[in-house]
Each structure stands twice: as C-alpha cells, then as structure tokens.
C-alpha cells in the first residue's frame, strides 16, 4: 500500500482530522496522482482531502522528471487556488487548508504526503 492510501485517522495541521478514504470507482477516470478522502475539523465540519501520491513517478522510464512534472503542477495548483482565495474570488472553490502529512511507517520520503483540503461538494 502507498503512503497517500495511509491518512486515514491522522490528524492534520489546523485542528483536520482524516476520516475516511472515499474509494475510486471502478469506472473512474483521472486522478492517477492522487487519492481521496473526507476530513473533518474540531467544529464537525466535513471537507474533501485531496492527498497527492507521488510513487507513480517510481515506476516510470525518468523518474527524476516524472517527479518533477508531479511536484510541479502540484505546486501550480496551490499556488493558484490562494491567489483566488487572496482575491475572494466566489465562483472558484478555495482550498479550506493545505500541508503535508507524515504517514508513519517505513515510507521514506514518500511518507511525507502533500494534500489539499476543500469544503465538500453539495
């Protein structure tokens, strides 16, 4: 098992705790870089975490550059979302909290797993 499929139960920074992995369909598509789950805050509030799972990059020809492409549109992605949530944008979901997680267990540098919490869909 990958260390993004391992939040479940930790407590995150700024009072989120990991609920519940949410499971792919089996006709699921996209999201190869990633892994879903529900978190909540001390104040019950349920939200969607979205953990990015970097050991995809291991598998490939350029590991080094895969990691690269992975951890760059990451970055691009939250950098993104403050500059709309700085801008109090509305028409754009806005990330609730952002961090990485430290999964114990014998993970490596993989155990450190970057996420993105946002409010949970209606």
Same mark, same amino acid.
């Given at each position: 098992?990958?260390?993004?499929?391992?939040?479940?139960?930790?407590?995150?920074?700024?009072?989120?705790?990991?609920?519940? $992995?949410?499971?792919?369909?089996?006709?699921?598509? +996209? +999201?190869?870089?990633?892994?879903?789950?529900? #978190?909540? *805050?001390?104040? +019950?509030?349920?939200? /969607?975490?979205?953990?990015?799972? /970097?050991?995809?990059?291991?598998?490939?020809?350029?590991?080094?550059?895969?990691?690269?492409?992975?951890?760059? #549109?990451?970055?691009?992605?939250?950098?993104?979302?403050?500059?709309?949530?700085?801008?109090?944008?509305?028409?754009?979901?806005?990330?609730?909290?952002?961090?990485? #997680?430290?999964?114990?267990? *014998? /993970?490596? $540098?993989? +155990?450190?797993?970057?996420?993105?919490? /946002?409010?949970? #869909?209606?």
């Amino acid at each position: 098992m990958r260390a993004a499929e391992n939040l479940e139960g930790l407590d995150l920074d700024g009072g989120w705790h990991v609920d519940k $992995l949410l499971k792919r369909p089996p006709q699921g598509t +996209g +999201g190869y870089s990633s892994v879903s789950y529900v #978190a909540s *805050n001390k104040e +019950g509030v349920k939200a /969607f975490l979205k953990a990015l799972d /970097f050991s995809a990059a291991l598998g490939e020809e350029d590991p080094a550059r895969h990691m690269y492409y992975l951890t760059s #549109a990451y970055d691009v992605e939250r950098n993104l979302l403050h500059k709309c949530k700085d801008k109090r944008l509305r028409r754009v979901v806005v990330p609730l909290a952002d961090g990485t #997680a430290k999964v114990p267990g *014998n /993970f490596g $540098l993989l +155990g450190n797993v970057p996420y993105l919490i /946002f409010p949970m #869909a209606t």
